[in-house]
């Protein structure tokens, strides 16, 4: 288990979640912990509806679930009759997807593929996708490979659909927010393959909560742990320790930084923008 799957695998239980997603909020909901799952199904259910408006028969057309985690996106479309493969460059996550989703396993559906999205196994695949969806796995790959790899797995007149959020560009001052691409450059790449834009919805006011949930836990649970933990190995391997935060001093001081107070709904809604776009080739 490498350090990114260690981070998603702390998360879902840290925050007592199946989904590792973020949750969608309506601007009148009661933003805290214990909503989270409602704001999940939310989000889940915004996906759906676009992932239907874009397939003519659900039990014939082709999807590929890109950056599927543990695979419980998977496994909701397979029990409502889609035919759904899944990917998830991580061997626990594919395994524990897998795990899931074998009762719903079929010649023509159920795959489970471990692997990066820019490897994928182009040549083993027995059909074209309908359509392919990232639902906040779209800031992991890289942008012009993954379309080169779209090109050759996606069907004519196929769509693509990525839930994710992006950075704003010529946005002033340095984001204390990492992730996503460019907004301006995924422009111009789906440009440059010929892709149209079917639909470009801004949904960065409905993401930004999850941003004070992440806080309010980290502040509540985290850190105190952490705290109570630096004090055990402090006395009790005082030398090792202090060499261990030594090494690692760099990464220590941004993580501080991230999850300080420059880490806000405010600045995500500054320095990101979070979309649903659909794309047709």
Known sequence: MDSKEFGLVAAQQLFQIEDLHYGFWDLDDVINLSNWKIAQEKHTNFLFKYINNNIQNKNKSKLLDIGCGVG????????MGF???GLV????????????????????????YECMFEDFPISNLKQKYHLLFFSE???????RLSFNVINKIIKDNGCVIIFDFFKKDNIDGKS???GGHSIGNFYNIIKEYDYKILDD?????????NIKIVNDVIVDRLIPFSNTLDKFLSTRHSKTYKMIKWLFRKRISKMRFKYSEHRNVENFEKYKTYRLIVLNK
């Open 72 to 79: 419980m996106t998977t496994n909701k479309l397979l029990k």
């Open 176 to 178: 204390p927010l990492g």
């Open 137 to 143: 796995s779209f800031q992991y790959v890289n942008m």
């Open 83 to 85: 035919q759904v493969d």
């Open 201 to 209: 919805v801004d949904v960065t006011k409905n993401m930004s909560p």
């Open 89 to 112: 460059p991580y061997s626990w996550m594919a395994n524990y997807s897998r795990n899931i989703t074998q009762k719903y396993k079929s010649n023509n559906c159920g795959e489970i």
